[in-house]
């Protein structure tokens, strides 16, 4: 389950709020660093925040797009998380060879995190450098690494319309909420396809 938090991320590039020029090294001297066992989720909303703290649950070691895992896999799913977030060093690449599925409860396909892997994987993509803090030798150092510049929620949504429309998607009410569960691997391979064949 993505457990990403967002907010622990380079002050100079938040947007809601956008804080004063003047702030921007003291907020990141004083940042908290990021701990896998007690750094809050971030506009992820209470199922993964609560999934995160429950008892045998690994999270993988991304400031700012971690994943927790629970199971019999589940260390193997999170271990190794490289810089960037949903490249070929994340928990999402475990997940496409283990023909892991995706489920979305209650939310669109503007919230599939696979497809970002789609991404990393389509030769169209732009990648832009970005700050992450780094805990190296005891102290937080702000370093340098390349991440993709992500898809926003209408071509998410445009994709995923697109791959329903030809792949096994099973929707069903959980609860109240419309869910959606889905092959990892055939969203990724679709997605990067779908990106090639945009430009």
């Given at each position: 389950?993505?457990?990403q938090?967002g907010?622990?991320s380079?002050?100079a590039?938040?947007?809601?709020?956008?804080i004063?020029v003047?702030w921007?090294?003291?907020?990141?001297?004083?940042?908290?660093t990021?701990?896998?066992a007690?750094?809050?989720?971030?506009?992820?909303?209470?199922?993964?925040?609560?999934?995160?703290?429950?008892?045998s649950?690994f999270?993988?070691?991304?400031?700012?797009?971690s994943?927790?895992?629970?199971g019999?896999?589940?260390?193997?799913i999170?271990?190794?998380h490289?810089?960037?977030?949903?490249?070929?060093?994340?928990?999402?690449?475990?997940?496409?060879?283990?023909?892991?599925?995706?489920?979305?409860?209650?939310?669109?396909?503007?919230?599939?995190?696979?497809?970002?892997l789609?991404e990393?994987?389509?030769?169209?993509?732009?990648?832009?450098?970005?700050?992450?803090?780094?805990?190296?030798?005891?102290?937080?150092?702000?370093?340098?690494?390349?991440?993709?510049?992500?898809m926003?929620?209408?071509?998410?949504?445009?994709?995923?319309?697109?791959?329903?429309?030809t792949?096994e998607?099973?929707?069903?009410?959980?609860?109240?909420?419309?869910?959606?569960?889905f092959?990892?691997?055939?969203?990724?391979?679709?997605?990067?396809?779908?990106l090639?064949?945009?430009?």
């Amino acid at each position: 389950m993505p457990t990403q938090s967002g907010d622990v991320s380079d002050p100079a590039e938040w947007r809601h709020p956008v804080i004063p020029v003047d702030w921007v090294d003291e907020v990141k001297r004083t940042m908290p660093t990021y701990d896998p066992a007690i750094t809050p989720t971030w506009r992820m909303g209470t199922v993964p925040e609560q999934f995160r703290t429950m008892p045998s649950v690994f999270r993988s070691n991304h400031p700012l797009g971690s994943f927790a895992a629970l199971g019999a896999d589940a260390e193997r799913i999170v271990a190794n998380h490289g810089d960037q977030r949903i490249g070929e060093w994340s928990p999402a690449v475990p997940l496409y060879d283990l023909a892991g599925k995706v489920l979305l409860v209650g939310v669109g396909y503007n919230r599939n995190t696979c497809f970002h892997l789609s991404e990393y994987r389509s030769s169209s993509t732009k990648l832009v450098p970005e700050l992450m803090p780094l805990v190296v030798d005891g102290k937080v150092e702000w370093t340098k690494i390349s991440e993709i510049e992500f898809m926003d929620d209408g071509t998410l949504n445009r994709l995923g319309a697109d791959f329903e429309q030809t792949h096994e998607v099973v929707v069903k009410t959980i609860g109240s909420a419309e869910s959606r569960l889905f092959s990892v691997r055939e969203c990724v391979d679709f997605g990067t396809e779908w990106l090639e064949r945009q430009n």
